[in-house]
């Protein structure tokens, strides 16, 4: 199972299933313009390193393909569809958690981005 989002971009470049996108793209239009070209070819997963006026990467269309969805929920792609019904039928409660690796970095006050 795949454990993080960090995990799933690692697995998903180690397949080579992920764009590396490094020149400067405008988020307004470039980027989806840039997502929507590579969903009519290849159809991999994009790591947008260097986006005008964002402090962090953006990543997208990561979960494109089932083989990707089954490993990051640990199954294979034969059972996907059947675990994922039962899943839905079965919800897990909520836990609360007093730290997690979502809270590593901490923006607040005027340093927040519109």
């Known amino acids: ?3 993080s989002f960090r995990e799933l ?3 998903l470049d180690g397949r080579g299933e992920l764009a590396r996108v490094s020149r400067a793209v405008d988020p307004v239009h470039e980027l989806t313009r840039v997502l929507r070209k590579t969903q009519q070819g290849p159809n991999v997963g994009l ?3 260097n986006v005008k006026g964002s402090p962090t990467p953006v990543a ?3 979960l494109t393909h089932r083989a990707t ?3 990051a929920l640990g199954l294979n792609v034969e059972e ?3 675990q994922l019904a039962a899943r839905e039928l079965a919800p897990l409660r909520p836990q609360q958690l007093s730290s997690a690796p979502v809270q590593e970095v901490v923006v607040d006050g005027p340093d927040l981005v519109p």
Request: charged share 10%; aromatic share 12%.
């Open 1 to 3: 199972m795949i454990g």
């Open 9 to 11: 971009i690692d697995w």
């Open 47 to 49: 790591l947008f390193e």
């Open 60 to 62: 997208s269309n990561v």
């Open 69 to 71: 969805i089954a490993a």
């Open 80 to 82: 996907l569809l059947a």
